[in-house]
Nanobody, 130 residues
């Protein structure tokens, strides 16, 4: 059974940093694309960052480019989201998502659209406030 478990959420002041982690359990496929999404208060879910299984594709939403970094540790089946210079508008529930790349016909695949991902974590709260 596939499971994604996020950790690292917290409350921080503007300008602070956090690192989120998402560990994947139960995948039988070797190539898994993963991504981070978020949903702020009263807002729709939006993409944050995405990464292919080989790191050949990495992308960021314009709102976080230059401040957030997505990375992965294949051996630990884990991705990370390093968030620096956090702003109040980064306050949201952050979700980890995953999709076997082979299901999309390309082993080096990742996408920014939430509907491309079948597997989701439970979400973790990040609050940026003074």
């Amino acid at each position: 059974q596939v499971q994604l478990v996020e950790s690292g959420g917290d409350s921080v002041q503007p300008g602070g940093s956090l690192r989120l982690s998402c560990k994947a359990y139960g995948f039988t496929e070797d190539y898994i694309a993963m991504a981070w999404f978020r949903q702020g208060p009263g807002k729709d879910r939006e993409e944050v960052a995405w990464i292919s299984s080989s790191d050949g594709i990495i992308g960021y939403a314009d709102s976080v480019k230059g401040r957030f970094t997505i990375s992965r540790n294949l051996a630990k089946s884990t991705i990370y989201l390093q968030m620096n210079n956090l702003k109040r508008e980064d306050t949201a529930v952050y979700y980890c998502a995953a999709q076997p790349s082979g299901s999309r016909g390309n082993y080096d695949w990742a996408a920014r659209n939430s509907w491309e991902y079948d597997y989701w974590g439970q979400g973790i709260q990040v609050t940026v406030s003074s």
